[in-house]
């Protein structure tokens, strides 16, 4: 019996062996014809593989019923199930990047790109797969044509902000995303895991946005995540781990230096100098101490080193999928951690993401959900400790002799020391909760005709706790401390019914679309401030723990959106396109007389390429010609404008009815604000023009457009002066803006040899901002009118009101010239006498410009060799820049505080040559005025990004059991060439400087 158990398996195994098949096949380029030597052929079951020779052809051996894969770099992988032995006879490999047949996402939809009328940009992931950030969007930046985005260092990318074409209003100008057909205004770092993207697509113009109605004024994103692929199961693995270091600084004067500088400002001045710490002989002498009480030795700090600092960045993700017949699932897993360069400033989140989809009734039944779990905590920095990084003075040191913090004395300053600012505010956090996702049935009763409902919801809970503790820094001290906590949360959610329709007769092609949707948010919030508490740890830093004075407070606010909508696309013989959209939208947000708002958008397009004259052309793969037109809404205003508001009010409401210190006093009512029931829609109007071109076998490919968007009716909350007293604050419709411009992506593809393969992308934008009119009783004050005669009406939006200037005085001639310019001298701003009246004043303010982009785009180039690979992007910007870091650097008479090293080649009569002004201790010229001498070129040019890789050729792959592993090396933000002064022209101010990152990366999957 033993005998006969033992010979059943061998049996079994003799039998699986021979039955074995030797399959024999050849692959070749769809589109080429051409043999594909090296194309790997792997049977899931047994692991065997084996590689194309030389002209393509191949041997393996497998069984009926096994799967085999098929891959090749640069192509699409084709899975095969074996049923005869003519399986594998004759295997053509798409491209893995089908630039015309790609089917892409758009308003509530999916088109093929080649039939899309508007303006679309579609992302190459690629090109941002591997970048490490906690924001995805950050990735884009300088990457799509008409889409600029601004960013800083802030840990997680939450201070990434998004404008599509410009600035369009004065309201919040954030675009609308969609993410798997859920639309949220919210920050993408608090919601997704970048590693979960599959695919980007821009709506950039009226008519291909206009499907989203009111909320589709400043252009949609639409991000899908990742899906599991038919009849297939993958385990994906990535792991990233980054080094980030300060490098933007600006050099500031050390201790020594500062004290010289004092003195040639004084003796420039013609008065003997004297300082409290310096003090007053020929020459400036460091003193041992600089306190009164001898406890705070002098110091030589650089605090920008105090208080910047190497950082780590971890990413971790996980992802699981299974595809079957009649459905599939997904599920991944991340932990992102980013440390701030900023000290103890940090972002953690941890996301989890489930999707599935099973259809029924012989796929005439889907039904389908996606659901993301995200959990962030952030470590909160100090408010403006950038700038305070460079105005501390450096003689302050950080600690005094006993260990404490040192501070400011006299002479020094007043500014806080910035180390005990971080020490005591280091455990300042927020810690965050969001449930975001949506469920979908689909039926199908009849070909081509679908019925789709979809319930989104997403749910934001959040705590944010602040510690005011006590501190003493030198002669400085604070006895009162105290705790700020906050409990709030957000709750919308969208319901979506909709029904679309495809039918095809003959040469004509319809697809029509129609829907309802309500939508609903809701938000509150619960604070409380609280002092007095003697332990000051972080496990005592709650309401309840302290017992001095404590105040409360609490809102709520709610919106509703009840929409229609309606779509109709039209093909005749895949040549000539026409697309239709409307939508009607009612805002709670306005009262009965102009509830609702209607959005239609027209776009067509001209597949010049589909005409026989062209089809002959060996040149040209497609050419499509695109016009569009539509109106897109804005509703954000405050929620209540429409209503006249009132509120209890101690201070300026109360009154003492029983007479003098008689009594308790009662609460009085203000009005808060005035209501307007007939305040309407900001309305957003947009005419696109484009072409898009692919030529040379699809190895060229140019897109460009040009657009005018005109926004009239924008919301204001108009400005009231002091005497109309209660209630002046009042809403209605007011300025209006125009923007134009060009925008444009050209893309070269080719291959040298067999092996090398490259990939260049170039993209532009260029646009005009100006506003067109502003109301009647705001017109010379609004946006920086002058409140006589110079209006902002024909000037970008943010333009600068300020003072000419023609360089310097630098001889007594120059000074003779006649004009009274109070406080004039030699090294002095000459300002320009503009009205010709002789003296420099106010009616001398002229307009000096705006520091919106000019132009911006980028340079994206990728390459493989084999198994290796190298891409690097560069990005830049045309623009002039506010430099209000002068006043720091630029200026000794303006602050007490700590000034940049360009002080040590201020003007002087042997140093005629210089454009900084002398130094002097006394600002007689005015020259903290905005003027033209803060005004810098602002434009940039930066290496980006540069990464390097090395991908496991498939065979080897395959012998693992891997489907891929790939290894990288990346540098992040490594040169900028600019002419800017500041730290850093890609965030101009005080912002949270940008790091320079270098990331080691591993991808693999099973």
């Known amino acids: 019996m033993r005998k006969l158990l033992l010979i059943v398996p061998l049996l079994m195994l003799a039998v699986q062996v021979f039955a074995q098949t030797a399959y024999k096949g050849r692959v070749t380029d769809a589109k080429t014809k051409e043999p594909i030597p090296g194309a790997v052929i792997y049977v899931q079951e047994t692991a065997k593989s084996v590689a194309s020779d030389a002209n393509g052809n191949f041997t393996i051996q497998a069984q009926p019923g096994n799967t085999v894969r098929i891959t090749f770099i640069g192509k699409e992988t084709l899975n095969i199930k074996l049923v005869d032995e003519q399986s594998l006879a004759g295997i053509r490999l798409q491209d893995a990047d089908k630039v015309l047949d790609e089917v892409v996402v758009t308003g509530y939809q999916t088109q093929r790109k080649v039939d ?145 500088a004092y003195w040639a400002a004084y003796k420039n001045d013609g008065v003997k100098p ?27 700090t650089d605090w920008a080193k105090e208080v910047y600092n190497r950082a780590t960045l971890q990413d971790y993700n996980v992802t699981v999928s299974k595809g079957a017949e009649n459905g599939s699932s997904v599920f991944s897993l991340n932990y992102f951690d980013q440390d701030g360069l900023v000290r103890y400033t940090n972002f953690k989140r941890v996301n989890v993401r489930a999707n599935t989809d099973y259809s029924f009734l012989k796929n005439r039944l889907r039904i389908g959900e996606n659901i993301n779990i995200t959990n962030w905590q952030e470590k909160l920095k100090p408010a403006g400790i950038e700038e305070l990084t460079i105005a501390q003075h450096p003689l302050i040191p950080v600690y005094d002799i006993n260990g404490g913090y040192a501070g400011p004395t006299q002479g020094l300053g007043d500014k806080p020391n910035p180390v005990r600012l971080l020490d005591q505010q280091k455990q300042n956090r927020s810690n965050q909760w969001r449930i975001f996702g949506n469920m979908f049935i689909e039926a199908e009763p009849i070909k081509n005709l679908v019925f789709r ?115 109709i696309d039209y093909a005749y013989n895949d040549k000539y396109l ?38 002959k052309s ?16 804005n509703d954000l205003l405050d929620n209540e404008a429409t209503y006249t508001k009132y509120s209890t009010n101690l201070v300026m409401g109360g009154y003492d009815i029983g007479g003098i210190n008689r009594g308790i006093i009662p609460n009085g009512i203000i009005k808060d ?66 923007n134009k411009g060009f925008e444009g992506l050209i893309g070269w593809r080719d291959n040298i040899g067999k092996a090398f393969n490259y990939n260049v992308t170039l993209t532009g934008s260029v646009y005009k901002n100006k506003v067109t009119d502003v109301p009647a009783d705001i017109f010379y004050t609004y946006g920086g009118g002058n409140g006589s005669d110079k209006t902002i009406v024909g000037q970008p939006l943010g333009s600068w009101l300020g003072y000419r200037t023609n360089g310097l005085y630098t001889t007594e001639a120059e000074l003779n010239d006649g004009v009274n310019q109070p406080g004039k001298g030699l090294g002095r701003i000459r300002y320009v006498d503009v009205n010709g009246d002789k003296v420099i004043n106010d009616k001398d303010r002229e307009w000096l410009g705006s520091d919106q982009p000019k132009f911006f785009g980028g340079l994206n180039v990728s390459m493989t060799y084999k198994a290796f690979d190298m891409s690097f992007f560069v990005n830049g910007m045309v623009r002039d820049a506010y430099n209000n870091s002068k006043f720091y650097t630029d200026f000794f008479q303006l602050w007490t505080g700590n000034h940049g090293d360009r002080l040590l080649d201020a003007w002087t009569p042997s140093n005629s040559g210089s454009t900084i002004p002398a130094l002097t201790a006394v600002n007689l ?77 591993l991808n693999f999957g099973f």
Do not use: C
């Open 618 to 633: 060996t040149f040209i793969n497609d050419l499509k010609l695109r016009a569009s037109w539509g109106q897109n809404g």
């Open 116 to 260: 899309i009328t508007g303006s679309v940009a579609v992302v190459n992931m690629k090109d941002v797969a591997s970048i490490p950030s906690g924001n995805i969007i950050s990735t884009l930046q300088g990457r799509v044509p008409g889409v600029n985005i601004a960013t800083d260092g802030t840990p997680g990318g939450v201070a990434t902000s998004v404008g599509i074409r410009g600035i369009t209003t004065i309201n919040n100008g954030t675009p609308l995303y969609v993410i798997d057909g859920i639309q949220t205004r919210d920050n993408i770092a608090t919601l997704l895991n970048p590693n979960d993207v599959e695919s980007i697509q821009i709506l950039k113009d009226a008519a291909s946005a206009s499907i989203y109605g009111t909320q589709a004024a400043n252009g949609v994103i639409i991000i899908t995540t990742k899906k599991a692929k038919k009849n297939d199961t993958r385990v994906d693995f990535s792991a990233r781990l980054a080094s980030q270091n300060f490098h933007t600084g600006i050099k500031m004067l050390n201790a020594q230096q500062w004290g010289e």
């Open 578 to 615: 026409l697309s239709g959209t409307i939508r009607r939208d009612a805002s709670s947000r306005f009262g009965e007389n102009n509830n609702a708002g209607v959005f239609p958008g027209v776009s067509g397009a001209w597949r010049i390429s589909q005409e026989e004259f062209i089809k």
């Open 453 to 567: 409902s979809n319930y989104s919801v997403n749910y934001r809970t959040g705590f944010f706790s602040t510690f005011e503790p006590k501190w003493h820094e030198g002669d400085r001290t604070v006895d009162v401390n105290a705790v700020t906590a906050e409990n709030n949360y957000d709750r919308q959610w969208i319901w979506t019914n909709q029904v679309t329709y495809r039918v095809n007769i003959g040469k004509h092609a319809i697809n029509a679309l129609a829907g309802v949707e309500a939508k609903e948010n809701m938000n509150e919030f619960l604070n409380a401030r609280r002092e007095n508490y003697i332990i000051q740890d972080i496990d005592y830093r709650y309401i309840s723990a302290g017992d001095g004075k404590q105040t409360n407070g609490g809102l709520a606010s709610r919106t509703a959106i009840e929409s229609f909508f309606g779509k």
């Open 673 to 738: 604000r005035s209501g307007n029931p007939n305040v309407k829609w900001e309305v957003s109007t947009q005419t696109n023009f484009g072409f898009d071109l692919s030529a040379l076998n699809n190895k060229l490919q140019i897109t460009l457009d040009y657009f005018v968007k005109k926004t009239k009716d924008m919301l204001i909350d108009r400005p009231y002066i002091a005497i109309i007293g209660e209630g002046g604050s009042f809403a209605y419709n007011g300025a209006s803006l125009s």
């Open 925 to 1001: 010229n005015d020259e903290g005025r905005l003027s033209e001498y803060y005004i810098e070129n602002g434009s940039y040019l930066k290496l980006k990004n540069l990464q390097i890789g090395y991908t496991l050729p498939a065979v080897v792959a395959n012998r693992l059991k891997l489907r891929n592993l790939r290894v990288y090396l990346q540098g992040q933000d490594l040169i900028t060439v600019t002419g800017y002064k500041g730290a850093d022209p890609e965030g101009l101010g005080y912002p949270y400087p940008l790091p320079r990152i270098f990331t080691a990366g």
């Open 274 to 300: 004297v300082h409290d710490q310096y003090g007053s002989g020929d020459v400036p002498v460091i003193p041992e101490f600089i306190n009164g009480a001898k406890t705070i030795r002098s110091g030589d």
